[in-house]
Nanobody, 116 residues
């Protein structure tokens, strides 16, 4: 089984920054992508950003100029640096891992709250 443990969420004022981390452990069959999704109250879960094992990234238009995803393959860890946070970024952020046979794994989520 694969475990994903997120950390780094919290409360921040608009314009501030946070860095999320997600460490994967367990029986991991070669990682294809790792990424972050978020879900705000009353809304569907949406992709924030993802990164492949080769370093290719994909991110939502709403965060492109503000959030940066990175990855440490040796530590099976993915990071999300979030700058210029806005109240609309308030959500539960979930770590996601897709392995080489397209199995999806999810973390429990970490709350990010941006106050005005």
């Amino acid at each position: 089984q694969v475990q994903l443990v997120e950390s780094g969420g919290g409360l921040v004022q608009a314009g501030g920054s946070l860095r999320l981390s997600c460490a994967a452990s367990g029986s991991i069959f070669r990682i294809r992508t790792m990424g972050w999704y978020r879900q705000a109250p009353g809304k569907q879960r949406e992709l924030v950003a993802s990164i492949s094992s080769g370093g290719s990234t994909n991110s939502a238009d709403s965060v492109k100029d503000r959030f940066t995803i990175s990855r440490d393959n040796g530590k099976n860890t993915v990071y999300l640096q979030m700058n210029s946070l806005q109240t609309e970024d308030t959500a539960v952020y979930y770590c996601n891992l897709v392995d080489a046979i397209y199995q999806n794994f999810w973390g429990r989520g970490t709350q990010v709250t941006v106050s005005s």
